[in-house]
């Protein structure tokens, strides 16, 4: 039985030939380019919480008929203008908020 819960992972590797897992967080399109929003994927949760939360954005191109994700950080401008759509977004998808100010911020439990 498939598990709709379980992240969409990517093998990804670097130019010195190093693999890393990566998990999907978002994909958009902008200005008629397609984009990757992805983090660093830990199958032990003490890592994960080591981890500095860091978010790799990358294009879509196509080789042939084969889709590839590859880094377009050298064009600083189209990287800064994605990156903030991307992290405006995300901040809107995971608004974990203050919880004590939503709940009257009281913090008086008795």
Do not use: C
């Not at 191109?61 to 600083?76: C, P, R, W």
Request: glycine share 8%.
């Amino acid at each position: 039985m498939l598990n709709e819960n379980s992240p969409d992972l990517y093998t990804l590797e670097d130019e010195n030939g190093k693999e890393q897992v990566f998990e999907l967080l978002d994909v958009m399109e902008v200005d008629g380019e397609k984009y990757f929003a992805l983090t660093p994927y830990y199958e032990d949760p003490e890592d994960m919480l080591e981890d500095a939360g860091e978010v790799v954005i990358l294009k879509s191109v196509f080789e042939g008929d084969e889709e590839m994700m590859v880094s377009f950080d050298e064009n600083e401008e189209e990287y800064d203008r994605v990156g903030e759509l991307f992290m405006k977004r995300l901040d809107e998808m995971f608004d974990y908020g203050d919880e004590e100010e939503e709940d009257g911020g009281s913090g008086d439990y008795s």
